[in-house]
């Protein structure tokens, strides 16, 4: 993510294109009716390649064309319906998918989304800006960082104090458990 999210806006608008055109060769039901699949395939076939259009790439299919003409002009409006997409779509035929960019359509976008990267770039967060995006990630940054300090992700919020640590105690193994007939007391 740190990657896509270094790249000059004409290469991130390539990598988003790539990204539609592959999640549809994996699951060609997403290029299909919006009103079959829902939010899955209008992220896909709408969002991503307005995004894509916006920051600078050229070469779309009259399909994807059509695509950017049903989704909104970079706005307040765009990250609404890109938060309401991401929120609800189920991308659960990526999980397992060997394509580590399709898996990042599975994940949650805390720690880095191929396609909020996008979304921030050519509509940027303001810190009360209140897209289901910008809030859920100023939402992770006072969790992480204690405050409200990123409304957008970005590779430095992957560096939060306390990160590597586990934030339960690890439960004991069976084998290493007090055997119940021992005379001491549990500790808690």
Not at 64 to 92: D, H, I, K
Not at 98 to 106: I, V
């Amino acid at each position: 993510m740190a990657r896509l999210h270094g790249l000059p806006d004409r290469f991130l608008g390539r990598a988003l294109l790539d990204l539609s055109r592959r999640a549809i060769e994996a699951d060609p039901e997403l290029g299909g009716d919006p009103r079959q699949r829902g939010y899955e395939s209008i992220l896909i076939r709408s969002v991503l390649p307005r995004i894509a259009i916006t920051l600078g790439e050229t070469a779309l299919t009259n399909v994807e064309v059509a695509g950017v003409r049903s989704a909104p002009e970079p706005s307040s409006e765009l990250r609404s319906l890109t938060g309401t997409c991401l929120n609800n779509a189920a991308f659960r035929a990526f999980i397992d998918s060997p394509d580590p960019q399709l898996r990042a359509l599975t994940l949650g976008f805390a720690n880095g989304s191929p396609v909020t990267i996008g979304l921030d770039r050519i509509c940027p967060p303001t810190p009360t800006s209140e897209d289901w995006v910008a809030s859920h990630i100023r939402e992770i940054s006072r969790a992480r960082f204690g405050d409200e300090r990123f409304s957008a992700w970005s590779p430095a919020m992957q560096d939060y104090p306390g990160k590597g640590r586990h934030a339960f105690k690890r439960r004991l193994a069976t084998s290493e458990a007090a055997d119940p007939d021992d005379d001491a007391t549990p500790t808690l």
